[in-house]
């Protein structure tokens, strides 16, 4: 029997005038399956998700059918849906509802009903579990944002429900986090039997171990097959979403062009890696009987900085939250260059988003200096600051949100009626043209994220801070968002971004810097600050590094197989 069975579902919001968001959805999901869900930003996701349980489902018109262990999931109450059906959601902040860690581990326990002693039982087994021992006692609000996504995890299967449903749960976190996070959850897939669904935009760590893989397209399932057939389909098809696959199936089907794909066969290609020890082993077996005659991609020499005033620079800057608290910028030092693409990578909870918001004057350090093209930031007045010169894309897109529809907040932005053609020709670069009659909170988190870009970039900012520019955006559109930030660079705007995606900062980044314990502690091109990395680097350089000194993008593996071929 299948865990769940969708029949023909269709749904359209209500102010979607007819656009339909799911088109005749037919999928089951059997007990025990791993299935990954992915597509594009506005795909349908997130909202095929939240029909699989009640209580998160959408308002809007719905036809169709779901069953859920045999039976319409609308004739399983409540009760039976919380118990059984665990969720996770993108931002671990709107799951939380209590104020201390065992609190949350013991809340949906309590409001089943169960006893004191299951309770205390099941609260003790998960925290050991999942390694919360070391901070049960703490404030829900101490914790970092890979420590609040792994309570919510726990907190569910505290519950011991047979169905966990993920989405996008790894946003906000950092790549070591992200892995620490979707191998639990493999593990809980692996050992408990529990059945997994999961979208995920980071598919680097989910893909290989998914059972079948749910690619999605305007509301429609494109295809449901296995990891490595759901690969060669897209590639077969030429579809944009190949550009999300892992970096080895990239890598693999750049150098390996054979007549026999192209002929369009169904047979599973089970040569082509789907994991970066996999692609090791099959660089190696490449390179087997030949020569190695170019080991490194070519770099232009190093040329000194112009000697002009830095757009952005950090003297020494301290800062805390509270006058008691310890402290979370720890004298940090940085110079930003003008009319660069900067990106700082680290860890949860290190002090990168603060630094951005000390950039804007936001968080004032109680010790250091912040100038803005050589001039102190508090000299600023407001309007001079923040109009046609300095501007910020916040973690969460939702907060730049105040209007009914996308076009009220972009039009807010203007200065005069006469800049009116400015809100269509910012909703086309950032790809929102058919959005701007919707409402803000209606959109896909990569939609949310794309309509905030639009509105920051309408103050025509000469130095523009982002802060996880990708988060929640399909590969498809980071294409778009790289070209939009080339061309902010070509017209002299300085970019800095904070970032998770190592991927899109090893491409597009002019620098990289690395934070770590409140401070900056390094700073070098892509290229050379990738390449030496362990973790912190791309998974191209991971499968390569033992063949290839300083390939660190798909690109670069796949020009130095080529030319060693």
Known sequence: MAHFEIRDLSFSYPAAKGRLALNKINLNIQRGEYLTVCGKSGSGKTTLLRHLKSVLAPHGQLTGEIFFEGRPLNQADL??????????????????????????????????????????????????????????????????????????????????????????????????????????????????????????????????????????????????????????????????????????????????????????????????????????????????????????????????????????????????????????????????????????????????????????????????????????????????????NLAMLPQDPQSLFVKKTVREDLEEMLVSRDDAGDVERVAGICDITHLLDSHPYDLSGGEQQRAALAKVLLTRPKILLLDEPTKGIDNFFKLQLADILKKLREDGVTILMVSHDVEFCAKYADLAGMFFDGGVITVNTPRKFFSQNSFYTTAANRMSRHVFKNAITNEDVIELCQKNR
Not at 175 to 196: H, M, S, W, Y
Not at 208 to 228: C, I, K, Q
Not at 270 to 288: A, I, K, M, Q, Y
């Open 79 to 388: 009760r039976e849906q919380s118990s059984k059906i665990g969720y996770v959601m993108q931002n671990p902040d709107n799951q939380i509802v209590t104020d201390k860690v065992w609190h949350e581990l013991a809340f949906g326990l309590e409001s089943l009903g169960e006893d004191q002693k299951t309770i205390r039982l099941r609260v003790a087994e998960m925290a050991s579990y999942f390694g919360i021992q070391g901070w049960f006692h703490k404030n829900v609000a101490e914790l970092s944002g890979g420590q609040k996504q792994l309570l919510n995890l726990a907190s569910i299967m505290a519950m011991q429900p047979t169905v966990l449903i993920l989405d996008e749960p790894t946003s906000q976190l950092d790549p070591i986090a992200a892995a620490d996070f979707l191998n639990t959850v493999r593990k809980i897939n692996l050992e408990l039997g529990t059945t997994v669904i999961i979208t995920e935009h980071r598919l680097e760590d989910i893909f290989h171990a998914s059972d079948r893989v749910a690619v999605m397209e305007n509301g429609s399932l494109l295809t449901v097959d296995t990891p490595r057939r759901a690969g060669e389909f897209l590639r077969r098809e030429n579809n944009p979403m190949f550009a999300a696959m892992p970096s080895p199936v990239q890598i693999y089907y750049g150098v390996e062009r054979s007549d026999a794909f192209y002929g369009g066969a169904a047979e599973e290609d089970s040569s082509c890696p789907l994991t970066v020890r996999e692609g090791r082993g099959w660089l190696s077996s490449f390179f087997e009987d030949r020569q190695i005659s170019a080991d490194a991609v070519s770099e232009p020499e190093e040329r000194e900085e112009e000697t002009g005033v830095p757009a952005i620079t950090l003297r020494e800057v301290w800062f805390r939250y509270e006058k008691n608290a310890p402290d979370v910028l720890k004298g940090v030092s940085l110079n930003v260059p003008e009319g660069k693409i900067f990106a700082i990578v680290g860890g949860n909870g290190t002090g990168k988003s603060t630094t951005l918001k000390a950039i804007c004057n936001i968080c004032r350090p109680y010790r250091g200096q912040v100038l803005i093209k050589g001039k102190r930031v508090e000299k600023y007045r407001s309007d001079e600051l923040f109009k046609g």
